[in-house]
């Protein structure tokens, strides 16, 4: 199982990513985990994302695909499949992950695109309670501008390639679950 989860903050990736990866046993690769651990460890490289990540802001296209290209092949390789949250997030990122399947012989069946009115997201990502640096409701405003300028579009370029599937990200916790896997489980017939 090869899954894109495209989605803006709040919707669901990393809840909805964790299930997806129990149920098909794939390993749930968050590009934001990544770099979170990363900037936690105060690597160097972890100190140049840190004010990304704080101001709510997008990690050049270069950093993000040296950090999490191998991780994707690998686990399309060894692992059977993957389920991708927060990676690709542009277009570049799109592109740039489409020949990476290329060379690998690989691409992704499926793109689960998640999606919920802004007052519900907001209301999420206020609630959470994991002290995360970017859940202050103005860099989460502004995590949404950003969701809207530069990944919004590739729904547009998922839903071309015949692979989007668009679920309704408003509803419960295990609705949503079982709306995914439905989609999901008919790819295996
Ligand atoms: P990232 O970690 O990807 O954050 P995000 O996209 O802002 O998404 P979130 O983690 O906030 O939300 P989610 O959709 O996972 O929702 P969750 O399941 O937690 O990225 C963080 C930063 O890293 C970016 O701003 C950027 O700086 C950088 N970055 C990452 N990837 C990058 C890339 N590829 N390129 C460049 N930069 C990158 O749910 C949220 C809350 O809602 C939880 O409390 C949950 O319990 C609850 N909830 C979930 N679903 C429901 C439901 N159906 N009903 C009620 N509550 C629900």
Same mark, same amino acid.
């Given at each position: 199982? $090869? &899954? /894109?989860?495209? +989605?803006p903050?709040?919707a !669901?990736k990393?809840?909805? *990513?964790?299930r997806?990866?129990a149920?098909?046993?794939?390993?749930?690769?968050?590009?934001?985990e990544i770099?979170?651990e990363?900037?936690?460890?105060q690597?160097?490289?972890g100190?140049q994302?840190s004010?990304?990540?704080?101001?709510?802001?997008l990690?050049p296209?270069?950093?993000?695909?040296?950090?999490?290209k191998? $991780? &994707? /092949?690998?686990? +399309?390789?060894?692992?059977? !499949?993957y389920?991708?949250d *927060?990676f690709?997030?542009?277009?570049?990122?799109a592109e740039?992950?489409a020949?990476?399947?290329?060379e690998?012989?690989?691409s992704?069946?499926?793109?689960v695109?998640?999606?919920a009115?802004a007052d519900?997201?907001?209301g999420?990502?206020?609630g959470?309670?994991?002290?995360?640096?970017?859940?202050s409701?103005?860099?989460?405003?502004?995590?949404?501008e950003?969701?809207?300028?530069?990944t919004?579009p590739?729904?547009?370029?998922?839903?071309?390639?015949?692979?989007l599937?668009?679920?309704?990200?408003?509803?419960?916790?295990?609705v949503?679950?079982?709306?995914?896997?439905s989609?999901?489980?008919?790819?295996?017939?």
């Open positions: 199982m $090869r &899954v /894109i989860m495209l +989605a903050p709040g !669901g990393g809840t909805q *990513g964790e997806i990866s149920r098909y046993q794939v390993p749930h690769i968050s590009s934001g770099l979170r990363e900037t936690a460890r690597t160097p490289l100190k994302l004010g990304y990540l704080d101001r709510g802001d990690v296209d270069d950093l993000v695909l040296s950090i999490i191998d $991780r &994707v /092949i690998a686990a +399309a390789r060894e692992d059977g !499949g389920v991708l *927060g690709p997030r542009t277009l570049e990122q740039a992950a020949e990476i399947g290329r690998a012989h690989t992704a069946q499926a793109v695109y998640l999606d009115p519900v997201l907001i999420r990502l206020m959470r309670g994991e002290n995360r640096a970017d859940d409701e103005a860099v989460a405003r502004h995590r949404l950003v969701y809207t300028d530069h919004q590739l729904v547009d370029y998922y839903a071309a390639r015949g692979i599937v668009k679920i309704d990200a408003a509803s419960p916790v295990d949503v679950s079982q709306e995914i896997f989609a999901l489980d008919r790819l295996k017939d």
